[in-house]
């Protein structure tokens, strides 16, 4: 029976800072046709996101069938990698630094502008990465059989050795997360840092996180915090979970500051749209938000919420469990 290791995101402690996105950029995807690729990154909602319009690009499941998807576009979805002109820069100090060829698009192009008119105005911050589904649907799509879901730690992985580049794992992720290296011919995606986890190290964009927002553990941990977060207390949900992949990566939703009355005046109407938080996580979203509240009210009326004290994450090597859990190794 294949054991998942899992991530659970609390959306409340993200500050955008993109520090994950650098720890896994500099780890796995700096070079080597991997240019364009971010494994990791952290984009502004509402937004088009990265690769832009993945919302609506398709895949993903519909029933037990899966959806067709389409593939992102290199410069318009994506975003080439822009040159710029350091020979006029170090040549001729009255030339600005600018890039050759004006870009247009790439990661984080909408960041911070969300939506909203002021003083109502609003966005937040989602990171992504691979879901290391369930039930992947990059992993039924490919007819080469290269894409592999691994006992132990239910990290879904690509044989580069099989692969020969088709594409339909792209096509398929309704998530956009898996990339078609051009140099290499192979598609290629986040591996959950399985060599470090293999080592009892977790994952570069968890443990850099300067936020304490990440939680690491195995589902199946029943004193991690994955199980507590997920299904003891229901405040961490998937990713449109309407996709049908059943993703491992989970987020805590943000909570919404008021929004203000004409005259300045805050009202008790949330700024954030419900109906957007829905789009996002599913209907659960409400129950999950009003469960937070409960427990930050009581913990503000001077009682203890074990809920809180481990999204607060007071020390950050109690954020990730990667050991066998006992019941598990027996």
């Known amino acids: 029976m294949t054991r998942q290791l899992a991530m659970v995101i609390d959306l409340n402690k993200c500050i955008g800072c993109q520090t994950c996105t650098l720890a896994c950029k500099t780890q796995w995807t700096d070079r080597g046709g991997r240019e364009f690729m971010y494994w990791n990154h952290v984009e ?18 519909s029933g037990d069938a899966l959806r067709p998807g389409r593939l992102p576009r290199l410069a318009e979805d994506y975003g080439v990698p822009s040159e710029f002109n350091y020979d006029a820069l170090f040549n001729d100090a009255r030339e600005p630094l600018r890039p050759s060829t004006p870009p247009a698009w790439g990661p984080n192009w909408d960041e911070d502008q ?17 879901n290391h589904c369930t039930r ?58 399985y060599p470090r986890v293999e080592r009892g190290i977790p994952p570069a964009c968890a443990f850099q996180c300067v936020g304490r927002a990440r939680h690491v553990a195995f589902r199946d941990d029943e004193q991690g915090a994955i199980h507590k977060l ?19 990566v989970f987020y805590v939703p943000p909570l919404s500051p008021p929004s203000f009355e004409t005259d300045g005046r805050p009202s008790s109407r949330p700024r954030l749209p419900d109906d957007h938080l829905e789009h996002l996580f599913g209907p659960a979203v409400r129950d999950a938000l009003a469960r937070l509240e409960a427990e930050i009210a009581r913990k503000q009326a001077g009682h203890t919420s074990e809920m809180l004290d481990l999204l607060i994450a007071y020390r950050h090597g109690d954020m990730f469990r990667l050991d066998r859990p006992k019941e598990a190794a027996q």
């Open 114 to 130: 969300g939506a909203g008119e002021y003083p109502n105005a609003y966005f937040f911050y989602l990171p992504r990465l691979c």
């Open 230 to 248: 997920v299904d003891l207390w229901k405040v961490a949900l998937p990713l449109r979970p309407d996709f049908g992949t059943e993703p491992n």
């Open 44 to 61: 502004t909602q509402p937004g088009k996101g990265y690769p832009r319009g993945w919302q609506e690009a398709g895949g993903g499941w």
């Open 136 to 193: 992947p649907a990059c992993l039924a799509a490919c007819p080469r059989q290269a894409i592999y879901k691994r006992d132990e730690d239910g990290i879904v992985l690509i044989d580069q050795d099989r692969c020969r580049g088709y594409r339909y794992c792209v096509a398929a992720c309704p998530y956009k997360k898996v990339y078609f290296n051009p140099h290499a011919g192979r598609s290629e995606k986040c591996i959950f840092c």
